[in-house]
Nanobody, 125 residues
Framework: QVQLVESGGGLVQTGGSLKLSCTASRLTFSNYAMAWFRQAPGKEREFVAAIARWRGDTTDYTDSVKGRFTISRDNAKNTVYLQMSSLKPEDTALYYC?????????????????WGQGTQVTVSS
C-alpha cells in the first residue's frame, strides 16, 4: 500500500535549523499536492506548509512559519522536504507529511488522503 515516511526530526536549540524529508512509495508522486502538518501535545493538528503537484510552482505557509520554513519537492526522488530555520520552542511538535491526490493546496487535514507516521521536532530554549 501507499507509504509516506518522514525523517530528519531531532533536538535542536532555539535559532537552529533542521531539514525534514518525506519519501513516498507506491503512488505517482507528481500527481499529489503535498503538505506538512504538526501536532503538539494537547493541541490539534496544525497546517504548516503545502506545495502544489507537478512542478510545485505554488506553495503556501501558515503565518507563524513564513520566512523561516521552506517546502520543496523532488519528484524524481518521490520526496518532499521542509527546511526549517530560526527554530523556536513553539515549533516543537510531531511533524507529519500528507498527500492530496490531484487537489490544490489546502490547509485542511481532511483534504489529504495519505499520511506518514510523523517525525518529532524538539526545540530547546
Amino acid at each position: 500500500q501507499v507509504q509516506l515516511v518522514e525523517s530528519g526530526g531531532g533536538l535542536v536549540q532555539t535559532g537552529g535549523s533542521l531539514k525534514l524529508s518525506c519519501t513516498a512509495s507506491r503512488l505517482t508522486f507528481s500527481n499529489y499536492a503535498m503538505a506538512w502538518f504538526r501536532q503538539a501535545p494537547g493541541k490539534e493538528r496544525e497546517f504548516v506548509a503545502a506545495i502544489a503537484r507537478w512542478r510545485g510552482d505554488t506553495t503556501d505557509y501558515t503565518d507563524s512559519v513564513k520566512g523561516r520554513f521552506t517546502i520543496s519537492r523532488d519528484n524524481a526522488k518521490n520526496t518532499v522536504y521542509l527546511q526549517m530555520s530560526s527554530l523556536k520552542p513553539e515549533d516543537t511538535a510531531l511533524y507529519y507529511c500528507a498527500g492530496r491526490y490531484y487537489g490544490g493546496l489546502s490547509m485542511l487535514p481532511q483534504d489529504y488522503l495519505y499520511w506518514g507516521q510523523g517525525t518529532q521536532v524538539t526545540v530547546s530554549s
